[in-house]
Nanobody
């Protein structure tokens, strides 16, 4: 059974920092691209950052220079360090996993709320 469990969200003032964690189980972690998405109220779910098994990273333009994604293969975890947070970063953040093979299924966590106050 695949599980992606997020933690670390909460309320922070603008300019502050938060670190999100995603613990994965039930997948071949070293063969999955891991990512963080976010969805603000009334908006679509958008990619925030992703990291390949080889630790190549990709970021949304809106978070470049402020957010850092990392992964630990031994612990099967993915982290998102968020610095210089802005009110527009307020959203539910989702951890996702997708295998590197053709036709791989997407897996999602339940999401965790990040609220940035002005």
């Amino acid at each position: 059974q695949v599980q992606l469990v997020e933690s670390g969200g909460g309320l922070v003032q603008a300019g502050g920092s938060l670190r999100l964690y995603c613990a994965a189980s039930g997948i071949e972690f070293e063969r999955n691209v891991m990512a963080w998405y976010r969805q603000a109220p009334g908006k679509q779910r958008d990619l925030v950052a992703q990291i390949t098994p080889g630790s190549s990273t990709n970021y949304a333009d809106s978070v470049k220079g402020r957010f850092t994604i990392s992964r630990d293969h031994a612990k099967m975890t993915v982290e998102l360090q968020m610095d210089y947070l802005k009110p527009e970063d307020t959203a539910v953040y989702y951890c996702s996993a997708r295998g590197i093979w053709r036709g791989a299924e997407d897996y999602w966590g339940e999401g965790i709320l990040v609220t940035v106050s002005s």
